[in-house]
């Protein structure tokens, strides 16, 4: 079964408006921690936000927001007045358990930022 | 402070041919991963290490593979012999050892071509 699931493959939105990227996971463990990824067309990965289960407040990082919705196990990104540097690709993963330490990553959601 | 650097950022080898990645984590990271994404699909977990030991290689493909990590430093990927489905790019990720966040750093990952 897939742990993490991204259904958009690609997005195209206007600059300065805000954009939704959905990521959903499945997992039993109560305690998980989920992160979105950035990578842009240079391929470095840079990490952008976090969020654990027992987070009690969603996660916010500048123009970046996480919209953790524990009952519907979603966890989306949210960014607020895109730029044309948000162009990239964006993967949202988790890392399952207080032992583990892998991140299992979903399939990635490729965003085009228009002017 | 660097970052987390890979070499090489690309090769080209035959099917049979052996080839070895390095990655040289954070100064100071104790744990190192493995990942790779083989075209089209989703970055997936290979191995662990925390300092110079294994902690997890679940995700190791096969016997082909084999992930060194001398002096908890540096660590290498060797695969041989290369077979064309081992094509995609190879990341390296370190953290600290600590609770919370434990944010992965990545490198910018080796893409490897089989041919």
């Known amino acids: 079964a897939q742990k993490i699931t991204q259904t958009q493959p690609g997005m195209f939105v206007q600059e300065k408006e805000a954009v939704t990227l959905d990521c959903t996971y499945d997992t039993s463990d109560p305690s998980y921690g989920l992160f979105w990824y950035k990578q842009p067309s240079s391929g470095e990965m840079i990490f952008l936000i976090y969020?654990?289960?027992?987070?009690?407040q969603n996660a916010t990082e500048g123009r970046y927001s996480l919209n953790f919705q524990k009952a519907r196990k979603s966890a989306n990104l949210v960014i607020s007045a895109s730029q044309l540097g948000d162009s990239a690709m964006y993967f949202c993963?988790?890392?399952?358990?207080?032992?583990?330490?892998?991140?299992?990553f979903g399939q990635g959601t490729r965003l085009t930022i228009n002017p | 402070e660097a970052g987390v650097t890979q070499f090489p950022s690309h090769s080209v080898i035959e099917k049979g041919q052996t080839v070895t990645l390095r990655c040289d984590p954070i100064?100071?990271?104790?744990?190192l991963y493995w990942y790779r994404r083989v075209m089209g699909k989703e970055i997936k977990f290979l191995l662990h290490f925390v300092k110079e030991s294994k902690q997890d290689e679940s995700g190791m493909p096969n016997n082909r593979f084999l992930a060194e990590r001398t002096g908890g430093t540096y660590s290498t990927l060797k695969v041989q012999p290369a077979e064309l489905e081992d094509s995609g790019v190879y990341f390296c990720?370190?953290?600290?050892?600590?609770?919370?966040?434990?944010?992965?750093?990545f490198g910018p990952g080796t893409r490897l071509t089989v041919l």
């Open positions: 993963a988790m890392r399952e358990g207080t032992l583990a330490q892998k991140l299992v």
């Open positions: 969020q654990g289960s027992y987070d009690q």
């Open positions: 100064s100071g990271h104790d744990n």
């Open positions: 990720a370190s953290s600290q050892q600590r609770q919370g966040t434990n944010e992965q750093f």
